[in-house]
């Protein structure tokens, strides 16, 4: 999902289980009381796994696509062209995916805060491409970096430190995405998945969650996910976990938002069907459950 960065109720969604002659794209005008197909005649066979809409210009979107493809719209989904600089990215031929058809995708899609006309696309499985005049041109940033990538973010104070949750644990670059490494201080699980970086008392806190082991694993093991939720408080060196009387759970965080207008905290959503809390409840910050039981959740927004 994403949200229009002037208007909150315009929102967008999309799915990576399409259904024959139905597109898996939609935009909601209303705040998701209705919906409106807009999947582009060129994406009617494809299922989307990532969408990203500017921070700061309205109608501005990107979305990522199953056969890692990726298309943007200027005003608001009403048109889309494909980013054609991506489908000629060098060594795109070997991007893969471990289960049959091994088809890569599209799995992240994160503006720059610092630089408007920059964007970073992240591959399941292929690395973290980086764009610096909105998809005209791309270069890789994958050296030392695990490239089944899920979650790409930058750093709000240092544009030069990038943050990455991929299939095999947390990673961090320091120099701009030059160079990567793998960060296992203080993490137990290595399939991490959603990340957030939000305020806390001045200071920016990141947040992750990560699984025993890769989705196929969560239906039958024993313990599920096994997933725990970490927090990191320098810059994403070091993780702590967070309580466990929440976490470890048979299902996985899927995404995290912050709160906006809070002190720090964060909603976030489950496979399991679980919305939650982490923020500070007046007794310091607590995890806490808001609805329990729903259909597996993978995303959200959160609405004026």
């Given at each position: 999902?994403?949200?229009?960065?002037?208007?909150?109720?315009?929102?967008?969604?999309?799915?990576?289980?399409?259904?024959?002659?139905?597109?898996?794209?939609?935009?909601?005008?209303?705040?998701?009381?209705?919906?409106?197909?807009?999947?582009?005649?060129?994406?009617?066979?494809?299922?989307?796994?990532?969408?990203?809409?500017?921070?700061?210009?309205?109608?501005?979107?990107?979305?990522?696509?199953?056969?890692?493809?990726?298309f943007r719209s200027d005003d608001g989904g009403r048109m889309f062209h494909e980013?054609?600089?991506?489908?000629?990215?060098?060594?795109?031929?070997?991007?893969?995916?471990?289960?049959?058809?091994?088809?890569?995708?599209?799995?992240?899609?994160?503006?720059?805060?610092?630089?408007?006309?920059?964007?970073?696309?992240?591959?399941?499985?292929?690395?973290?491409?980086?764009?610096?005049?909105?998809?005209?041109?791309?270069?890789?940033?994958?050296?030392?970096?695990?490239?089944?990538?899920?979650?790409?973010?930058?750093?709000?104070?240092?544009?030069?430190?990038?943050?990455?949750?991929?299939?095999?644990?947390?990673?961090?670059?320091?120099?701009?995405?030059?160079?990567?490494?793998?960060?296992?201080?203080?993490?137990?699980?290595?399939?991490?998945?959603?990340?957030?970086?939000?305020?806390?008392?001045?200071?920016?806190?990141?947040?992750?969650?990560?699984?025993?082991?890769?989705?196929?694993?969560?239906?039958?093991?024993?313990?599920?996910?096994?997933?725990?939720?970490?927090?990191?408080?320098?810059?994403?060196?070091?993780?702590?976990?967070?309580?466990?009387?929440?976490?470890?759970?048979?299902?996985?965080?899927?995404?995290?938002?912050?709160?906006?207008?809070?002190?720090?905290?964060?909603?976030?959503?489950?496979?399991?069907?679980?919305?939650?809390?982490?923020?500070?409840?007046?007794?310091?910050?607590?995890?806490?459950?808001?609805?329990?039981?729903?259909?597996?959740?993978?995303?959200?927004?959160?609405?004026?």
């Open positions: 999902m994403a949200q229009d960065c002037r208007d909150a109720n315009l929102i967008y969604a999309g799915s990576n289980a399409i259904e024959h002659g139905r597109g898996a794209l939609s935009r909601s005008d209303d705040g998701g009381r209705s919906w409106v197909e807009i999947t582009p005649p060129a994406a009617r066979e494809e299922e989307v796994w990532a969408l990203a809409a500017s921070p700061t210009v309205p109608g501005r979107i990107f979305f990522g696509t199953s056969h890692a493809r990726l980013v054609a600089a991506f489908l000629k990215i060098p060594g795109r031929d070997r991007w893969t995916f471990p289960p049959p058809p091994h088809i890569p995708h599209v799995r992240s899609i994160a503006f720059d805060p610092h630089a408007p006309n920059t964007i970073y696309v992240g591959v399941e499985e292929g690395g973290i491409y980086r764009s610096l005049d909105l998809g005209e041109s791309f270069e890789a940033l994958n050296d030392g970096l695990y490239e089944d990538v899920h979650t790409v973010a930058i750093d709000p104070r240092d544009p030069r430190r990038l943050y990455a949750t991929t299939g095999a644990g947390f990673h961090l670059s320091e120099d701009g995405g030059r160079s990567w490494r793998r960060i296992t201080e203080g993490l137990d699980r290595t399939y991490t998945v959603p990340m957030v970086i939000v305020e806390e008392g001045g200071e920016f806190v990141l947040y992750t969650a990560a699984a025993a082991g890769p989705p196929p694993s969560w239906q039958v093991a024993a313990r599920g996910a096994d997933s725990a939720l970490y927090r990191s408080v320098d810059g994403g060196r070091s993780f702590e976990p967070l309580e466990r009387r929440f976490a470890p759970e048979r299902g996985m965080q899927m995404r995290f938002r912050a709160i906006p207008g809070a002190s720090g905290g964060f909603f976030g959503v489950t496979t399991t069907g679980t919305v939650f809390r982490y923020g500070n409840g007046g007794n310091g910050y607590a995890l806490r459950p808001l609805v329990e039981k729903l259909p597996p959740a993978y995303d959200l927004v959160i609405l004026p």
